[in-house]
């Protein structure tokens, strides 16, 4: 096949959408991680700690408690953030197109009779494929959460926050 062939069959192909289709699978990893952020600030919030522990003093052992939720406590869940990505895509299309052809004669003699018997073959092949592939490689690191967040989390500790031990 020519060069031709193979250029308009390259020019078929949907690159805009199979980028478009791979970027927006990029995106919705990141909403989906932010999501399970959100609802992780909101199962720690949900979340009851409590502390026991024993203060010993010059002549006793008393018991204390600290209570209040996870985030009290400062546990916060992990928010993954996309740090990079690569989109790669590979396509082979292959074109092959064979002919054959052959011919074979027989022939036999004798005295009063002649025979001869004619085999012709001929053959033509025309195989395509095409093989595409996709790949979306992209890296992942732990993010601080976003400041307003976290304003939001010191307004939730402070009105839920274990009371100061006194000493």
């Given at each position: 096949?020519?060069?031709?062939?193979?250029?308009?069959?390259?020019?078929?192909?949907?690159?805009?959408?199979?980028?478009?289709?791979?970027?927006?699978?990029?995106?919705?990893?990141?909403?989906?991680?932010?999501?399970?952020?959100?609802?992780?600030?909101?199962?720690?919030?949900?979340?009851?700690?409590?502390?026991?522990?024993?203060?010993?003093?010059?002549?006793?052992?008393?018991?204390?408690e600290l209570s209040g939720n996870a985030?009290?406590?400062?546990?916060?869940?992990?928010?993954?953030?996309?740090?990079?990505?690569?989109?790669?895509?590979?396509?082979?299309?292959?074109?092959?197109?064979?002919?054959?052809?052959?011919?074979?004669?027989?022939?036999?003699?004798?005295?009063?009779?002649?025979?001869?018997?004619?085999?012709?073959?001929?053959?033509?092949?025309?195989?395509?494929?095409?093989?595409?592939?996709?790949?979306?490689?992209?890296?992942?690191?732990?993010?601080?959460?976003?400041?307003?967040?976290?304003?939001?989390?010191?307004?939730?500790?402070?009105?839920?926050?274990?009371?100061?031990?006194?000493?």
């Amino acid at each position: 096949m020519s060069a031709l062939s193979i250029g308009t069959e390259l020019a078929s192909v949907p690159f805009d959408q199979m980028i478009r289709n791979l970027l927006l699978a990029m995106v919705a990893a990141q909403n989906d991680a932010n999501s399970s952020f959100i609802a992780g600030v909101e199962d720690l919030v949900d979340t009851p700690v409590s502390l026991k522990y024993k203060k010993t003093s010059d002549n006793s052992n008393e018991e204390k408690e600290l209570s209040g939720n996870a985030l009290a406590f400062g546990i916060l869940p992990t928010l993954l953030q996309i740090q990079s990505g690569t989109i790669q895509i590979k396509m082979v299309i292959t074109m092959q197109r064979t002919t054959e052809a052959s011919v074979n004669v027989k022939a036999k003699g004798g005295w009063a009779f002649f025979s001869a018997s004619v085999d012709a073959k001929y053959s033509s092949k025309y195989s395509y494929s095409v093989e595409a592939s996709s790949f979306i490689e992209i890296k992942v690191a732990p993010a601080p959460p976003p400041e307003p967040l976290m304003k939001a989390i010191d307004k939730i500790v402070q009105d839920t926050a274990p009371p100061p031990e006194s000493t």
